[in-house]
C-alpha cells in the first residue's frame, strides 16, 4: 500500500545541523527523500556519512548528484590552491562556495516535482554560521518565491515550500534538540578538511562552531579528531 504521509526532499551533507534537519522532517511525519551532492568538495567522508546515516534513520531513498563545481573553483572547498583558514578572518570566508546553495535547491526542486512533493528541507542557519549569504532567511525567502514560479506542479496548484527548521537557532540549539530526537553526532562529519576515515580536523571553522555548540550545550563532544 502506498503512504499517505506527505513527500520531502532533505538535503544532507552528512553534518549536524543536515542530520538534524532530517530527523525533525521524519518527527514531523514526512516521507524523506535524502539529497547529496558530490561538488568537488575536499573529502568524500561526508558523502559516505550522508549515505549511511540516512539508511540509519530509514530514509526512503537517498541520491549523491554529482555537480564538478571544481570547474569554477572559487572557494577553498574546490580549489586546492586556496588553504583552508584555521584562524577566524572577517567578512565572508574563502570556505563560501559560489552558488552553491542556489544550485543545490535546484536539484532539489526538480526531484521535489517528479517525486510530488511539495517540501524541500535545508539546514541553514543564520546564527552560527560562517557568514554565507546564502544561509539567510531572506535568501531562501525569495528563492521560494522563484521556485513557485518556475514550476509545473506550481502553476496546476501544489505550491512548494523551502522549510529551515534551524534558522533561528544556535549551534548549542540544535545539538540539544537533535540529542532528544535521537542522533548519534559521533556519526556525523562536519569538518571541511577530514582525512579519508572522517577524522576531523578539529581547526576550521565548521570544527569550531561544533566544537563550542557542545561545550554551550552542555554536552560530551563525540567527533573524532585526526590530532
Same mark, same amino acid.
Given at each position: 500500500m502506498a503512504s499517505s504521509a506527505p513527500k520531502a526532499v532533505v538535503l544532507v551533507s552528512g553534518g549536524l545541523d543536515s542530520t538534524t534537519v532530517l530527523a525533525i522532517a521524519q518527527?514531523?511525519?514526512? !516521507?524523506c527523500y535524502t539529497l547529496s551532492f558530490d561538488y568537488g568538495q575536499r573529502h568524500r567522508a561526508e558523502l559516505i556519512a550522508a549515505e549511511r546515516l540516512s539508511s540509519k534513520m530509514n530514509a526512503t531513498e537517498h541520491k549523491t548528484v554529482v555537480l564538478d563545481l571544481r570547474t569554477i573553483g572559487g572557494s577553498a572547498l574546490t580549489d586546492d590552491m586556496i588553504d583552508v583558514p584555521e584562524t577566524a578572518s572577517e567578512g565572508i570566508p574563502v570556505t563560501y562556495v559560489p552558488a552553491r546553495n542556489? &544550485?543545490?535547491?535546484?536539484?532539489?526542486? /526538480?526531484? $521535489? !516535482?517528479?517525486? /510530488? $512533493?511539495?517540501?524541500?528541507?535545508?539546514? &541553514?542557519?543564520? &546564527?552560527?554560521y560562517s557568514g554565507y549569504p546564502d544561509c539567510r532567511l531572506a535568501y531562501i525567502k525569495s528563492y521560494e518565491q522563484m521556485a513557485n514560479l518556475a514550476t509545473k506542479a506550481c502553476v496546476e496548484g501544489q505550491p512548494l515550500r523551502i522549510q529551515t527548521p534551524l534558522i533561528d537557532l544556535t549551534k548549542a540549539d540544535i545539538i540539544r534538540q537533535g540529542i532528544i530526537l535521537g542522533i548519534s553526532y559521533a556519526e556525523t562529519i562536519s569538518c571541511y578538511q577530514a582525512n579519508a576515515n572522517g577524522d576531523a580536523c578539529g581547526k576550521c571553522d565548521s570544527c569550531r562552531l561544533r566544537q563550542q555548540g557542545f561545550a554551550d550545550a552542555g554536552v560530551n563532544d563525540p567527533t573524532k579528531y585526526a590530532r
Open positions: 518527527r514531523q511525519g514526512y !516521507e542556489t &544550485v543545490f535547491l535546484s536539484i532539489a526542486l /526538480g526531484w $521535489a !516535482e517528479v517525486l /510530488g $512533493a511539495s517540501d524541500i528541507f535545508i539546514g &541553514v542557519n543564520a &546564527v552560527d
